[in-house]
């Protein structure tokens, strides 16, 4: 199951119906700013199997959607950064990769699983890191430098990337990791950084998939 904006375009969604996969949308956020308040991460983030943190403005709508799910209330967001990004974060293995505002809830579950805080300056973090199994990608020089002696990562060409209301998105936004295949919302092919993608995910066995439809930043996709 994936979780995926409200935004997203119905050759999108088809795509994902073509390829075996089941999804529930987004509902927006009343306390985030309407062009990004359909962001899967940055309403809610799984710390578990099952278990997902949720801002408490959008708990209902999920708990409808979502039978079978333990969720957790999560602190209220804010219209202005970096009140608007407290679920934006990271988890890779032993480690967590956000600023030093991290949602209550999902801060005191990282302490007392001693899941180690890697603090980056972007609190869009989530956004700016394209998170595989053994390895993270950025065009965010900032995090890429803040991490690169931490953690394996490697800096990505940066290049347009859509976002509604905005000069630029984010290339973390644009995907998720399903499985063994990162889905992008569009034709990653054409970005500067695709070739060195490419390569990257080869060396981690992952497929890259798309639908043949502009790429658009509407939040990560989370699998569940």
Do not use: W
Not at 1 to 7: D, P, R, V
Not at 88 to 106: A, L
Not at 185 to 190: E, F, L, M, V, Y
């Amino acid at each position: 199951m994936l979780i995926i904006s409200y935004k997203a375009s119905e050759d999108f969604k088809n795509f994902l119906k073509m390829n075996g996969y089941s999804f529930i949308e987004t509902s927006p956020n009343p306390n985030l700013d309407p062009r990004i308040g359909d962001h899967p991460d940055l309403s809610l983030f799984k710390i578990g199997e099952k278990t997902l943190v949720v801002d408490e403005s959008v708990l209902s709508y999920y708990e409808e959607k979502l039978e079978g799910y333990r969720l957790i209330r999560g602190e209220k967001l804010g219209l202005k950064y970096p009140l608007d990004a407290l679920y934006n974060i990271v988890r890779f293995k032993d480690f967590y990769i956000h600023n030093d505002f991290t949602e209550k809830t999902i801060g005191k579950f990282f302490v007392e699983n001693k899941i180690s805080h890697l603090k980056v300056k972007q609190g869009y973090t989530r956004c700016s890191l394209i998170p595989l199994r053994d390895l993270l990608i950025t065009s965010d020089y900032g995090i890429y430098k803040a991490l690169k002696n931490k953690i394996d990562i490697e800096l990505v060409d940066e290049d347009r990337v859509n976002l509604d209301g905005f000069d630029q998105g984010f290339l973390g936004g644009t995907c998720g990791l399903v499985g063994n295949k990162l889905i992008f919302t569009g034709d990653i092919s054409r970005h500067k950084a695709y070739a060195r993608l490419k390569e990257l995910c080869q060396k981690q066995n992952i497929e890259i998939s798309y639908p043949k439809t502009d790429l658009v930043d509407l939040g990560s996709i989370i699998e569940i």
